[in-house]
């Protein structure tokens, strides 16, 4: 085999290790949090609030697919993300119900209490919003597809959305100056995964705005990763 061939076999062979990896590797960090969760049996921890910033920009990015075409693995990777999140709050509802000593008065989506909103206690509820969430999408995406500003403003509010996601741990850290109880490795991982895809969206000339809310998601993770350091005597302090 020519040398040429060969390096057109590798290059071959990386593209398709390196969509493997965009599909699969968004859902890493959340695996050890849900054998955590179902070993201890403890929700603490964990914000479903979580899941519903996932499962909308996720959902988003889904439907901004049918109106500015892009690579395929990126539309998988949101399959694969909304099916991971799902499964993470049937597994928290689970042991939420299981914990109660008390039977206290159930909450679902059908209810429309704003005071319960993404607080149900049924796995049901949190798949009926989604779907009503997505069927008002997918007619809106249907009646403005030939719209150009509204199909790309779909598709930077999804990845803005997904860019958002520590902001909030950067918040309460901020609030307390501490970072007492969060977990160094998964925001290690963040890092390393919005590296990974916004090299990846540069590298496949993905939409733009996947490129700009990859660099915003990188910067919140490395001030959240500052805030370690800088927090970290307080940090000791609480631990002693």
């Given at each position: 085999?020519?040398?040429?061939?060969?390096?057109e076999?590798?290059?071959w062979?990386?593209?398709?290790?390196?969509?493997?990896?965009?599909?699969f590797g968004?859902?890493?960090?959340?695996?050890?949090?849900?054998?955590?969760?179902?070993?201890?049996?403890?929700?603490?921890?964990?914000?479903?609030?979580?899941?519903?910033?996932?499962?909308?920009?996720?959902?988003?990015?889904?439907?901004?697919?049918?109106?500015?075409?892009?690579?395929?693995?990126?539309?998988?990777?949101?399959?694969?993300?909304?099916?991971?999140?799902i499964?993470l709050?049937?597994?928290c509802?689970?042991?939420?119900?299981?914990g109660q000593?008390?039977?206290?008065?159930?909450?679902?989506?059908?209810?429309f209490?704003?005071?319960?909103?993404?607080?149900?206690?049924?796995?049901?509820?949190?798949?009926?919003?989604?779907?009503?969430?997505?069927?008002?999408?997918?007619?809106?995406?249907?009646?403005?597809?030939?719209?150009?500003?509204?199909?790309?403003?779909?598709?930077?509010?999804?990845?803005?959305?997904?860019?958002?996601?520590?902001?909030?741990?950067?918040?309460?850290?901020?609030?307390s100056?501490?970072?007492?109880?969060?977990?160094?490795?998964?925001?290690?991982?963040?890092?390393?995964?919005?590296?990974?895809?916004?090299?990846?969206?540069?590298h496949?000339?993905a939409?733009?705005?996947?490129?700009?809310?990859?660099?915003?998601?990188?910067?919140?993770?490395?001030?959240?990763?500052?805030?370690?350091?800088?927090?970290?005597?307080?940090?000791?302090?609480?631990?002693?």
């Amino acid at each position: 085999m020519s040398e040429e061939s060969w390096t057109e076999t590798l290059g071959w062979a990386f593209g398709q290790i390196s969509a493997l990896a965009m599909m699969f590797g968004g859902v890493v960090p959340y695996i050890p949090q849900y054998l955590d969760i179902k070993r201890s049996e403890n929700t603490e921890g964990f914000s479903l609030y979580v899941c519903l910033v996932l499962l909308i920009a996720n959902t988003l990015r889904i439907l901004f697919w049918f109106g500015h075409w892009f690579e395929l693995p990126l539309l998988f990777q949101s399959i694969i993300m909304n099916v991971t999140m799902i499964m993470l709050i049937k597994l928290c509802v689970a042991i939420k119900n299981r914990g109660q000593i008390v039977h206290n008065k159930e909450h679902v989506f059908t209810d429309f209490d704003y005071d319960y909103f993404w607080e149900w206690t049924d796995v049901q509820s949190y798949i009926e919003f989604m779907l009503t969430f997505t069927t008002f999408g997918c007619l809106l995406m249907f009646i403005f597809i030939d719209t150009s500003v509204f199909v790309e403003t779909v598709g930077f509010i999804s990845v803005l959305t997904e860019a958002l996601l520590a902001v909030p741990q950067f918040y309460k850290n901020f609030i307390s100056k501490s970072t007492f109880g969060m977990s160094r490795k998964m925001v290690l991982m963040w890092l390393m995964g919005d590296t990974f895809k916004t090299i990846y969206f540069w590298h496949r000339s993905a939409p733009i705005q996947f490129f700009v809310c990859g660099c915003l998601q990188i910067g919140i993770d490395i001030s959240v990763l500052f805030q370690c350091v800088l927090y970290r005597k307080k940090k000791s302090h609480l631990i002693n």
